[in-house]
């Protein structure tokens, strides 16, 4: 039976071909869409991590602060009547001071692995990114390729019907 490639019957196939890299198209959108969304989440997570890290550096920062405050002050009211033990307080605040120095120090290599973790985090992202591109290019050229498989079909088929008439 050989049937015959009308206009109309050309027609209808180019826009099946059409409707097939239009759907493939809204499937690429949807997917990055969602991609983009994942991603939206995972940044207000970290930023609310950091958020907290900071507000807890904040305060334990204003309590030492507060502490060391009240400390002096009490070395300042009772200045006149301790004149002879100041020396001595002196290096009690010396000490102090000296743990406290520690603990910045401390709170300093805290922020910094922070800091480290935020930037393999930030590689993770370009990896994934990149990652998602070279997806997105391949299937793209996939679906070109299909396409012109299907009209080179359509075309050789075509072909071989006008050949036979």
């Keep these: 039976m050989t049937s015959s490639w009308t206009d109309e019957r050309m027609d209808d196939l180019k826009h099946q071909v059409d409707e097939m890299g239009h759907r493939l198209d809204q499937g690429f959108a949807s997917q990055r869409q969602e991609m983009n969304a994942r991603f939206d989440r995972m940044e207000v997570k970290f930023e609310a991590r950091f958020e907290r890290i900071t507000n ?3 305060q334990r920062f204003e309590r030492i602060t507060n502490d060391l405050d009240q400390r002096f002050e009490k070395l300042v009211d009772g200045f006149d ?3 002879q033990k100041v020396d001595e307080r002196f290096e009690k605040v010396d000490e102090r001071f000296e743990r406290i120095d ?4 401390r709170i300093e290599d805290r922020f910094q692995r922070v800091d480290e973790r935020f930037q393999k985090v930030d590689e993770q992202f370009h990896r994934t990114q990149e990652m998602v591109i070279g997806l997105h290019a391949s299937i793209t050229r996939l679906s070109v390729a299909f396409a012109v498989a299907g009209i080179g079909l359509a075309t ?5 019907i006008l050949t036979q008439l």
């Design 56 to 58: 807890d550096f904040d």
């Design 81 to 83: 009547q301790r004149f």
């Design 102 to 105: 520690e603990r910045f120090e």
């Design 156 to 160: 050789t088929q075509a072909g071989l």
